[in-house]
Each structure stands twice: as structure tokens, then as C-alpha cells.
Nanobody, 124 residues
Framework: QVQLVESGGGSVQAGGSLRLSCAAS????????MGWFRQAPGKEREGVAV?????STHYADSVLGRFTISQDNTNLFLQMYSLKPEDTAMYYC????????????????????WGQGTQVTVSS
């Protein structure tokens, strides 16, 4: 079983930066595709960014150019710049046992492993 634990959330003003981390443990640590999702109150969970084991990445249009996803052997990261109030949400780390494609990377149901989430709040 894979365990995912997020950290690094917090409150920042618009234009600020945050770096989220996700520590993976358990069977073979990192899976074929690791990613970040977010969910704001009253909204559906949406895919933010994913990274495949070969290093290829996919981003939601809303964060392209502002967020960068990366990973090492046991951790997943999300560097967030130029944060906006609309980025306010609970951010979740997730993993799946197959490759993420550009047309399905934001499909939450394809991810079998989830962390508990870390809150990001951006004030204007």
C-alpha cells in the first residue's frame, strides 16, 4: 500500500509563492504517474499537474506557466508562483499505476492513491 502525506500549504497574499511537498512511502514509493489535484468548497476536484515516471508533465491551463511539478525518489513537489485568490483550495497528492496522458490526467477516478490534503489560501 502506498501512503501519501502532503505538507507546505498555508496562507499567502495574491502574487505570493508556496511550495507543496508530498512524501510517498509504502510499496515502491513513487507510482507511474503522480499528481496534484485541488478542490475548492462547492466545486469538483480538478487536476492541477501530473508527472510521469519518465519526467513528462501535464498542467491545467489555469496554472500553466505559474506552477511547476517535480519529483525525486520519494517526494512529489508543486512549486506555485504568482498565486491568485482562485487558487484557494485543498490540494491533494495522488498516484496511479499507469501513465498519465494529456486527455486523462485530470480524471480523478483513475488515481488509486490519495493523501489527506493541505490547505492553500490566497487572499487578495
Amino acid at each position: 500500500q502506498v501512503q501519501l502525506v502532503e505538507s507546505g500549504g498555508g496562507s499567502v497574499q495574491a502574487g505570493g509563492s508556496l511550495r507543496l511537498s508530498c512524501a510517498a512511502s509504502g510499496y515502491t514509493y513513487m507510482r507511474d504517474c503522480m499528481g496534484w489535484f485541488r478542490q475548492a468548497p462547492g466545486k469538483e476536484r480538478e487536476g492541477v499537474a501530473v508527472i510521469n515516471s519518465d519526467g513528462s508533465t501535464h498542467y491545467a491551463d489555469s496554472v500553466l506557466g505559474r506552477f511547476t511539478i517535480s519529483q525525486d525518489n520519494t517526494n512529489l513537489f508543486l512549486q506555485m508562483y504568482s498565486l491568485k485568490p482562485e487558487d484557494t483550495a485543498m490540494y491533494y497528492c495522488a498516484a496511479r499505476n499507469d501513465r498519465c496522458r494529456s486527455w486523462d490526467f485530470s480524471a480523478a477516478y483513475r488515481f488509486g492513491y490519495w493523501g489527506q490534503g493541505t490547505q492553500v489560501t490566497v487572499s487578495s
